[in-house]
Structures are given as structure tokens and as C-alpha cells.
């Protein structure tokens, strides 16, 4: 079974340029997750998607960024223009069910596990 | 919102034991633990729901005390294997997402 696939694994680019991401989840995932790490710090949540619907879009820095997941299948993420502070590792994960806490139906937790991308290291020079 | 791990790193010779420890200020639902090697993807090791439930997986384990807001790591009789940054991840009560820590970096010697 293919794993979590992301695209490309660099990208070096100039301030005010734009940079689009692609991540393939497993196939049946309807989860998909973005998560941004900077080096020696946390793996920042940027957003969730439930199938083709945002879920939770909460972790976005700002209107430079814009993710997208048509058809439920692969996404893209896209910054435009990018800025230095945007540099860092970016995650794509994917996962079967998602951490529905509170809503009263038994939880299969294996299904919640994140299955992750290799990433892609993007720099903003 | 993310928990706070420590130490931030240890280094161990080969066959000592461990403990990675993940804490947060608020009410867990769940954790999560991910092993990540040197420019691979993050791989996960396990989830402990709340109730205080041990898991285990090889010669690694881990608690989750729901009480206490904690949760930790435990490696034993370490391999050169377990080289690499562990990361938790945490699920609030009432919250639907996962948020990760600073991770710890964890280096094995022959």
C-alpha cells in the first residue's frame, strides 16, 4: 500500500515568489492534515480536512497561504508571496478517522493514528 | 495549545533506559506518539486513550495519566534504532485536533 506522498521534497524560492505543495494521502483517508515544523520547534497544525471540507483551519498564519483539496483526493497548498518566516518543513499527514472527542461513539483509536508524508523543506531566501 | 516535552535531549549507550515525558495545562482526551528519524517521515508508535491505560510496543512503552495531564515515554535496553526525535501529540477534552510538543531528541551510542 503506497504511503503518504508529498511533492517536492525541496523547494528554494525568493521572498515574493509563489510555491505550491502537493501532498497524496493514503487512498480511503478522508482526513488530511498540514503541519508545518520550524526547525527546533513544535510540528505547528496549520489545518485539517475532512474530505474535500475544511475542518478546522485555525493554525493558517495568514491569508498568504491557501489550501485546497478538491475532490476529496490529493491537496495542495499554496503561498503566495511567500515571506522568510515561512521557511520550514511542511507535513502533510492523513489518517482514517479523526479525534472526535465528546461525541459519544465508541473510538476505534488505531484508526486515528497519522499516517505522515516525508515532507517538503521549503526555503524562502 | 501544544504540550511541553522534556528533556529536550538525551543521549544514551546502547542498552540504557529512558523516559520522555509530555505534559499539558489542559484537560486530554488522548495522546499521541511519534518517532521521527533524521529527514524522514514522523512514524507512529502508539495512542493512549484517557483512562490511565498503558501501552507497549517492542521494548517501548508508554502511560497517560489523564489527572495529571501527562503522558511518557518509556525505552528500554535501548538499540542504536531508537536514534531519532520522539514527538507527543495531544488531544484536548473537547477538542478535535492533534497538537505536537517540541519533540526530544534522542541519541543512542555503541
Known amino acids: 500500500e503506497a504511503g503518504v506522498t508529498q511533492f517536492p521534497s525541496h523547494s528554494v524560492i525568493e521572498k515574493g515568489q509563489t510555491v505550491t505543495l502537493r501532498c497524496d494521502p493514503i487512498s480511503g483517508h478522508d482526513n488530511l492534515y498540514w503541519y508545518r515544523r520550524v526547525m527546533g520547534k513544535e510540528i505547528k497544525f496549520l489545518l485539517h480536512?475532512?474530505?474535500?471540507?475544511?475542518?478546522?483551519e485555525s493554525g493558517m498564519p495568514n491569508n498568504r497561504f491557501l489550501a485546497e483539496r478538491t475532490g476529496g483526493t490529493y491537496s495542495t497548498l499554496k503561498v503566495q508571496p511567500a515571506e522568510l518566516e515561512d521557511s520550514g518543513v511542511y507535513f502533510c499527514?492523513?489518517?482514517?478517522?479523526?479525534?472526535?472527542?465528546?461525541?459519544?461513539?465508541?473510538?476505534?483509536?488505531?484508526?486515528?493514528?497519522?499516517?505522515f508524508g516525508s515532507g517538503t523543506q521549503l526555503s524562502v531566501l | 495549545q501544544q504540550p511541553v516535552q522534556s528533556p529536550q535531549a538525551v543521549i544514551l549507550r546502547e542498552g540504557e533506559d529512558a523516559v520522555i515525558n509530555c505534559s499539558s495545562s489542559k484537560a486530554l482526551y488522548s495522546v499521541h506518539w511519534y518517532r521521527q528519524k533524521h529527514g524522514e517521515a514522523p512514524v507512529f508508535l502508539m495512542i493512549l486513550l484517557k483512562g490511565g491505560e498503558q501501552k507497549g510496543h517492542e521494548k517501548i512503552s508508554a502511560s497517560f495519566n489523564e489527572k495529571k495531564q501527562q503522558s511518557s515515554l518509556y525505552l528500554t535496553a535501548s538499540q542504536l534504532s531508537y536514534s531519532g526525535t520522539y514527538f507527543c501529540g495531544t488531544v484536548k477534552t473537547g477538542a478535535n485536533n492533534l497538537f505536537f510538543g517540541t519533540g526530544t531528541r534522542l541519541t543512542v551510542i555503541p
Open positions: 480536512f475532512v474530505k474535500e471540507s475544511k475542518q478546522d
Open positions: 499527514a492523513s489518517s482514517q478517522d479523526w479525534a472526535r472527542t465528546g461525541q459519544g461513539t465508541p473510538r476505534e483509536s488505531a484508526r486515528e493514528k497519522l499516517f
